[in-house]
């Protein structure tokens, strides 16, 4: 069983569309994340939720919207989305906020067109 | 400036070498510093952590800190093709719990 899922793997839109990114861990931590990586691998932190409260909000569009219906699940809408928006997207989840390890989903590879 | 600077890479080596992988940083609060092996097309997975400065050894990955001179190494012994991958260092500081990485280095290890 896959620890962090996030679906769909891939995915491929134009510009101007809305999209959602799902994810789900099966691993009962409290805390979920989605990073950006860039195309030369930087990873950035985007959002960061424990418990389903938001409590990491980076300097994001606001046409990026994370939502957490329970403390298993993030899911991530992107509205209009833009060019540079392409990029692969990871969702991520760690016991407890704090924690030092982080477990990684496979990627959302979004590219725009 | 990044806070978190590390060499791209790519690096290539001989199997068995001994390889050395490093980042530089410039926030004196990071405390808590890991090493992530992210092979390609998959998500980043925890190899090694480290509390404050030391070393720490796992099989044949050590892992160094200097918070004198704000330096991080990762060092892998008989190195193998299965090694092969970005290597991405990861640092906190403890008050909470956003990891700032580096660019990461692509790794490659040839027969």
């Known amino acids: 069983d896959t620890a962090v899922s996030q679906t769909p793997k891939y995915l491929v839109t134009q510009m101007g569309n809305d999209k959602s990114i799902k994810c789900e861990q099966n691993?009962?931590?409290?805390?979920m994340y989605w990073y950006k990586q860039d195309s030369k691998k930087f990873l950035k932190i985007m959002f960061s939720?424990?418990?389903?409260?938001?409590?990491i909000n980076e300097t994001v569009p606001n046409r990026f919207s994370p939502k957490s219906p329970d403390k298993a699940h993030l899911n991530l809408h992107i509205n209009s989305l833009e060019l540079g928006d392409s990029a692969v997207y990871f969702c991520?989840?760690?016991?407890?906020?704090?924690?030092?390890?982080?477990?990684f989903g496979q990627g959302t590879r979004l590219t725009v067109v | 400036q990044k806070e978190v600077e590390q060499d791209p890479g790519p690096l290539s080596v001989p199997e068995g070498a001994i390889v050395s992988l490093n980042c530089t940083y410039s926030?004196?609060?990071?405390?808590?510093f890991m090493w992530y092996r992210q092979y390609s097309r998959k998500g980043p997975e925890l190899l090694m952590y480290?509390?404050?400065?030391g070393n720490k050894e796992d099989g044949r990955f050590t892992a160094q800190v200097d918070k004198s001179s704000k330096y991080i190494s990762l060092f892998i012994r008989d190195s193998q093709p299965s090694d092969s991958a970005t290597y991405l260092c990861?640092?906190?500081?403890?008050?909470?719990?956003?990891?700032?990485f580096g660019t990461g280095t692509q790794l490659k290890v040839e027969l």
């Open positions: 990861a640092m906190f500081t403890g008050g909470g719990n956003k990891l700032t």
């Open positions: 939720y424990n418990n389903k409260e938001l409590i």
């Open positions: 691993l009962g931590h409290d805390t």
């Open positions: 480290t509390y404050s400065s």
């Open positions: 991520a989840s760690s016991r407890v906020q704090g924690n030092t390890e982080a477990f």
């Open positions: 926030n004196s609060a990071f405390q808590y």
